[in-house]
């Protein structure tokens, strides 16, 4: 790689960064693409959030991509967001034009491309999905503009399923019919219903972690994708049931596709940018 007086900088912000696998997909895609670019890690504590939003524009970085757990507070800092951005209540993506810092969130993008390699008819289906936070909100959000019909949403806090009825009311008026909520201790009863099960929570992120429901419930029929990156001991679950299970790589790698597509203007070059990921 050739760094030269005109070589672009984009990156990642959040807390930790460390382990995050997008400066070397990204990398990656910018190489391929041949653009004269890179892409950093940016650790910012919460209290720096403010000033790195500001230094995004005084250093002419062109665009970052904004992980935990910045993703909800950066949004106040941004001269312009997204419908996506609104409803889901975060941001995952900044472009810098001039000065002019606008958000996008690809997570839902991430989470529908994603599915769609092994659920393709997913638009039929029964949903459920585990969780009622940041992430959730982005795979309800794609779920529901795919016009899936009907998706439990278990949740340990209620509420926070209430208030997604609520703020989604904007996107589609039958949302009351679509999205039903469900006590997380009662998720059991629910499994029969269900053709897509979908961890959201943080639950699975510890090997020791205890489960969020009895998984050997889980039945053949069950399509089981975990937004975790590795195989949880729930997808082991599913995968000893014989059930279709994906973790949270694709989503990974289709929401970077799109950051980059927003950045750019060009295609992901999605293929490298995968098997980036699978190597790391
Ligand atoms: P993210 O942005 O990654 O979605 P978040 O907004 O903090 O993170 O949401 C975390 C989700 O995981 C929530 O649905 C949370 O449940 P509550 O809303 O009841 O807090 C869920 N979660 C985290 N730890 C959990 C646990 N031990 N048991 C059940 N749910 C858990």
């Known amino acids: 790689m050739l760094i030269d007086g005109k070589t672009e900088v984009y990156g990642i912000v959040g807390y930790p960064v460390r382990h995050s696998k997008s400066p070397s997909f990204q990398t990656a895609a910018f190489q391929k693409a041949g653009i004269n670019a890179v892409y950093l890690p940016f650790e910012v504590k919460t209290e720096d959030l403010e000033k790195a939003v500001e230094g995004i524009k005084a250093l002419s970085i062109k665009g970052v991509n904004v992980t935990v757990p910045h993703k909800e507070e950066v949004v106040r800092y941004l001269d312009e ?45 029964t949903f459920l999905i585990l969780g009622a936070g940041g992430a959730s909100r982005a ?39 679509i999205i039903i909520p469900v006590y997380l201790d009662k998720v059991e009863d629910f499994l029969s219903f269900a053709d897509i099960i979908v961890n959201t929570t943080s639950v699975g992120l510890k090997d020791e972690d205890p489960p969020l429901f009895d998984y050997s419930k889980i039945q053949k029929k069950h399509t089981v994708v975990d937004i975790i990156y590795r195989k949880t001991k729930l997808l082991e679950s599913a995968e000893k049931k014989g059930c279709m299970w994906q973790d949270g790589l694709p989503m990974l790698l289709y929401q970077g596709a799109k950051a980059f597509e927003i950045w750019t203007g060009k295609k992901a070059p999605v293929d490298i940018m995968r098997k980036v990921l699978q190597s790391d």
């Open 139 to 177: 795979v309800l959000y794609g779920l529901v503009k795919e016009g899936v019909q009907k998706i439990f949403v278990a949740n340990r806090t209620i509420d926070k399923v209430f208030q997604i009825i609520k703020d989604f009311s904007k996107l589609n008026r039958f949302i009351q019919e």
């Open 81 to 125: 967001v997204s419908e996506e951005v609104q409803l889901i209540g975060a941001c995952n993506t900044v472009k810098n034009i001039d000065g002019y810092l606008t958000g996008y969130n690809t997570d839902a993008y991430g989470f529908i491309e994603g599915l769609r390699e092994i659920e393709p008819d997913f638009q039929d289906k």
